[in-house]
């Protein structure tokens, strides 16, 4: 089994930045990919990026490329979501996910967050 607790969710305002954490425990090995999602209200599940575990290789969606940064901590099991450029569109409760990436797809990821909630003020 694997635990994921995200942190760092909070409001501001667009244009503004945020720091998201998913810190990881238990069995981690087990994984080769972890990928922060985010869902907003009345809308589908939306896979915004990954990092594959080992090379460090990242993938974006086109709605957060060049404005959002996902990086690791391996010491500290951790992974980060850098949100820079904020916009109200970003408005979601995003999760973070482990398994093994098809994708920007949620099918593969066997383990998740409970989320942390995102609000992008105008």
């Known amino acids: 089994q694997v635990q994921l607790v995200e942190s760092g969710g909070g409001s501001v305002q667009a244009g503004g930045s945020l720091r998201l954490s998913c810190a990881a425990s238990g069995y981690t090995y087990t994984t080769t990919c972890m990928a922060w999602f985010r869902q907003a209200p009345g809308k589908e599940r939306e896979g915004i990026g990954n990092?594959?575990?080992?090379?460090?290789?990242?993938h974006y969606a086109d709605s957060v490329k060049g404005r959002f940064t996902i990086s690791q901590d391996n010491a500290k099991n951790t992974l980060y979501l850098q949100m820079d450029s904020l916009k109200p569109e970003d408005t979601a409760m995003y999760y973070c996910a482990a398994g093994h990436c098809a994708g920007l797809a949620a099918y593969g990821m066997d383990y998740w967050g409970k989320g942390t909630l995102v609000t992008i003020s105008s």
């Open positions: 990092i594959y575990t080992r090379s460090g290789t990242t």
